[in-house]
Nanobody
Framework: QVHVEESGGGLVQAGGSLRLSCVVSGRPLSDWLIGWFRQRPMNEREPVAKMWANGTRYVEDFALGRFTISEDNARNEVYLEMNKLRPDDTTIYHC?????????????WGQGTQVTVSS
């Protein structure tokens, strides 16, 4: 059974750092990606970073040089390391597992974790 759960959000001052964690269970060996998105006005979800099963990683332009996506296979966790945080980074961050084939194909979202950056 597929399950996705985020943690690690909190309150931090501008310029500070947070590490978000996404625990993923039930993913196949291939044909998936894990992405971090964040909530924007009008309930839109803005992509932040993603990684594919083959190890390829991508970080959106606004996060380059500040955010890093990484994985601990042994713990089934994917991390979003966020540095140099700014007040406009404040929002809810979601993790999603996208499975592209097989009987479990689909998008599996976590409940989100709140990040608040004070000025």
């Amino acid at each position: 059974q597929v399950h996705v759960e985020e943690s690690g959000g909190g309150l931090v001052q501008a310029g500070g750092s947070l590490r978000l964690s996404c625990v993923v269970s039930g993913r196949p060996l291939s044909d998936w990606l894990i992405g971090w998105f964040r909530q924007r006005p009008m309930n839109e979800r803005e992509p932040v970073a993603k990684m594919w099963a083959n190890g390829t990683r991508y970080v959106e332009d606004f996060a380059l040089g500040r955010f890093t996506i990484s994985e601990d296979n042994a713990r089934n966790e994917v991390y979003l390391e966020m540095n140099k945080l700014r007040p406009d980074d404040t929002t809810i961050y979601h993790c999603v597992l996208k499975i592209f084939g097989g009987s479990s194909a689909g998008d599996y979202w976590g409940q989100g974790t709140q990040v608040t950056v004070s000025s």
